[in-house]
Protein backbone atom coordinates (compact mmCIF):
# COMPACT_ATOMS: atom_id res chain seq x y z
CA UNK A 1 0.00 0.00 0.00
CA UNK A 2 1.40 3.63 -1.14
CA UNK A 3 2.00 5.47 2.27
CA UNK A 4 0.85 8.74 0.03
CA UNK A 5 -2.38 6.81 -0.87
CA UNK A 6 -4.66 9.05 1.82
CA UNK A 7 -3.27 12.25 1.37
CA UNK A 8 -3.98 11.50 -2.51
CA UNK A 9 -7.40 10.46 -1.20
CA UNK A 10 -8.08 13.92 0.45
CA UNK A 11 -6.25 15.96 -2.39
CA UNK A 12 -9.39 14.17 -4.79
CA UNK A 13 -12.27 14.54 -2.60
CA UNK A 14 -11.06 18.46 -1.68
CA UNK A 15 -10.54 18.98 -5.98
CA UNK A 16 -13.65 17.07 -6.84
CA UNK A 17 -11.17 14.96 -9.06
CA UNK A 18 -12.29 12.27 -10.38
CA UNK A 19 -9.63 9.51 -10.30
CA UNK A 20 -7.70 8.75 -13.08
CA UNK A 21 -9.09 6.96 -16.67
CA UNK A 22 -6.69 5.03 -18.21
CA UNK A 23 -7.53 5.64 -22.12
CA UNK A 24 -8.94 2.66 -23.96
CA UNK A 25 -6.43 0.80 -26.12
CA UNK A 26 -7.09 1.34 -29.73
CA UNK A 27 -5.64 -1.40 -31.81
CA UNK A 28 -3.42 -0.54 -34.35
CA UNK A 29 -3.92 -3.65 -36.61
CA UNK A 30 -7.04 -4.62 -37.41
CA UNK A 31 -8.80 -7.49 -39.23
CA UNK A 32 -10.07 -7.35 -43.29
CA UNK A 33 -13.57 -5.99 -43.06
CA UNK A 34 -16.08 -9.31 -43.54
CA UNK A 35 -17.12 -8.17 -47.19
CA UNK A 36 -13.28 -7.94 -48.24
CA UNK A 37 -13.52 -9.97 -51.45
CA UNK A 38 -11.03 -12.16 -52.88
CA UNK A 39 -8.32 -10.90 -55.62
CA UNK A 40 -10.12 -11.24 -58.80
CA UNK A 41 -7.26 -13.85 -60.26
CA UNK A 42 -8.32 -16.12 -57.71
CA UNK A 43 -12.00 -15.02 -58.48
CA UNK A 44 -11.61 -16.43 -61.85
CA UNK A 45 -9.53 -19.38 -60.83
CA UNK A 46 -12.36 -20.19 -58.58
CA UNK A 47 -15.09 -19.49 -61.53
CA UNK A 48 -13.26 -21.77 -63.90
CA UNK A 49 -12.79 -24.15 -61.21
CA UNK A 50 -16.54 -24.51 -60.83
CA UNK A 51 -17.15 -24.29 -64.44
CA UNK A 52 -15.22 -27.52 -65.14
CA UNK A 53 -17.01 -29.30 -61.81
CA UNK A 54 -20.35 -28.26 -64.31
CA UNK A 55 -18.93 -30.48 -66.59
CA UNK A 56 -18.03 -28.21 -69.23
CA UNK A 57 -14.91 -29.14 -71.65
CA UNK A 58 -11.98 -26.63 -70.58
CA UNK A 59 -12.15 -24.85 -73.85
CA UNK A 60 -15.60 -23.86 -72.50
CA UNK A 61 -15.22 -23.13 -69.30
CA UNK A 62 -12.30 -20.86 -69.87
CA UNK A 63 -15.09 -19.03 -72.78
CA UNK A 64 -17.28 -18.81 -69.66
CA UNK A 65 -15.04 -16.95 -67.74
CA UNK A 66 -12.44 -14.71 -69.99
CA UNK A 67 -14.16 -14.57 -73.03
CA UNK A 68 -12.88 -15.47 -76.41
CA UNK A 69 -9.44 -16.63 -77.33
CA UNK A 70 -7.68 -14.02 -79.10
CA UNK A 71 -5.06 -15.78 -80.98
CA UNK A 72 -3.28 -12.27 -82.15
CA UNK A 73 -3.08 -11.81 -78.06
CA UNK A 74 -0.68 -12.82 -76.12
CA UNK A 75 -2.24 -12.41 -72.80
CA UNK A 76 -5.43 -13.57 -73.91
CA UNK A 77 -3.31 -16.79 -75.29
CA UNK A 78 -1.76 -17.17 -71.88
CA UNK A 79 -4.75 -16.85 -69.96
CA UNK A 80 -6.03 -19.94 -72.69
CA UNK A 81 -2.84 -21.56 -71.63
CA UNK A 82 -3.57 -21.84 -67.69
CA UNK A 83 -6.93 -22.94 -67.83
CA UNK A 84 -5.90 -25.87 -69.80
CA UNK A 85 -3.01 -26.64 -67.51
CA UNK A 86 -5.73 -25.93 -64.59
CA UNK A 87 -8.02 -28.49 -65.99
CA UNK A 88 -5.02 -30.89 -66.85
CA UNK A 89 -4.38 -30.81 -62.97
CA UNK A 90 -7.39 -31.40 -62.12
CA UNK A 91 -7.63 -34.33 -64.14
CA UNK A 92 -10.62 -33.15 -65.84
CA UNK A 93 -10.69 -34.42 -69.87
CA UNK A 94 -14.01 -33.61 -71.63
CA UNK A 95 -16.07 -33.40 -68.80
CA UNK A 96 -15.81 -36.96 -67.38
CA UNK A 97 -16.69 -36.38 -63.85
CA UNK A 98 -18.16 -39.07 -61.61
CA UNK A 99 -21.69 -38.82 -60.67
CA UNK A 100 -22.49 -36.75 -57.20
CA UNK A 101 -22.91 -39.40 -54.35
CA UNK A 102 -21.89 -42.66 -56.96
CA UNK A 103 -19.94 -45.55 -55.39
CA UNK A 104 -18.56 -46.64 -59.17
CA UNK A 105 -15.23 -47.35 -59.30
CA UNK A 106 -13.94 -44.21 -61.37
CA UNK A 107 -15.77 -42.03 -58.50
CA UNK A 108 -13.44 -44.25 -56.03
CA UNK A 109 -10.32 -43.82 -57.96
CA UNK A 110 -11.35 -40.06 -58.81
CA UNK A 111 -11.76 -39.96 -54.90
CA UNK A 112 -8.57 -40.96 -54.32
CA UNK A 113 -6.77 -38.76 -56.66
CA UNK A 114 -8.10 -36.23 -55.10
CA UNK A 115 -6.98 -36.86 -52.20
CA UNK A 116 -3.32 -37.61 -53.08
CA UNK A 117 -3.21 -34.19 -54.78
CA UNK A 118 -4.29 -32.34 -51.83
CA UNK A 119 -1.00 -30.58 -49.99
CA UNK A 120 -0.53 -31.32 -46.30
CA UNK A 121 1.08 -29.36 -43.98
CA UNK A 122 3.48 -32.45 -43.57
CA UNK A 123 4.18 -32.68 -47.26
CA UNK A 124 5.62 -29.21 -46.68
CA UNK A 125 7.91 -30.07 -43.80
CA UNK A 126 11.46 -31.02 -44.07
CA UNK A 127 11.90 -34.81 -44.74
CA UNK A 128 12.88 -35.93 -41.47
CA UNK A 129 12.87 -39.49 -42.44
CA UNK A 130 16.40 -38.92 -44.57
CA UNK A 131 18.75 -37.33 -41.54
CA UNK A 132 19.71 -40.37 -39.32
CA UNK A 133 18.80 -40.18 -35.71
CA UNK A 134 21.41 -39.35 -32.65
CA UNK A 135 21.28 -42.65 -31.47
CA UNK A 136 22.18 -44.21 -34.92
CA UNK A 137 24.99 -41.46 -35.54
CA UNK A 138 28.71 -42.84 -34.97
CA UNK A 139 31.05 -41.00 -33.83
CA UNK A 140 33.79 -39.49 -36.23
CA UNK A 141 37.50 -39.91 -35.81
CA UNK A 142 39.08 -36.72 -35.66
CA UNK A 143 42.59 -37.64 -34.91
CA UNK A 144 43.67 -38.71 -38.50
CA UNK A 145 46.07 -36.63 -39.55
CA UNK A 146 47.72 -36.51 -43.06
CA UNK A 147 50.98 -36.29 -43.99
CA UNK A 148 52.05 -33.59 -46.14
CA UNK A 149 55.70 -34.01 -46.43
CA UNK A 150 55.07 -36.07 -49.54
CA UNK A 151 52.68 -33.72 -50.81
CA UNK A 152 55.23 -31.09 -50.17
CA UNK A 153 58.20 -32.91 -51.79
CA UNK A 154 56.47 -33.48 -55.02
CA UNK A 155 55.32 -29.77 -55.30
CA UNK A 156 59.20 -28.81 -54.30
CA UNK A 157 60.91 -31.47 -56.80
CA UNK A 158 58.59 -30.46 -59.94
CA UNK A 159 57.27 -27.37 -59.57
CA UNK A 160 54.81 -24.71 -57.73
CA UNK A 161 56.00 -24.62 -54.60
Known sequence: MDPLKQLFDLYEAEMAMSPLVEPEVVPT?????EEAK???VAQKNT???????????????????????DSSDTESKAK???SLGRAENRKVHAGALPEPGSNSIFAQEF??????????EQDLESPISQEVPDSEQTAVDESTE????????????????
Open 47 to 69: ELDNALKNGSTPSEAHQEVHGEV
Open 29 to 33: HEAPP
Open 38 to 40: AHP
Open 111 to 120: AADQALDQTT
Open 80 to 82: FAS
Open 146 to 161: YDYSLDVEYLQKYGRA
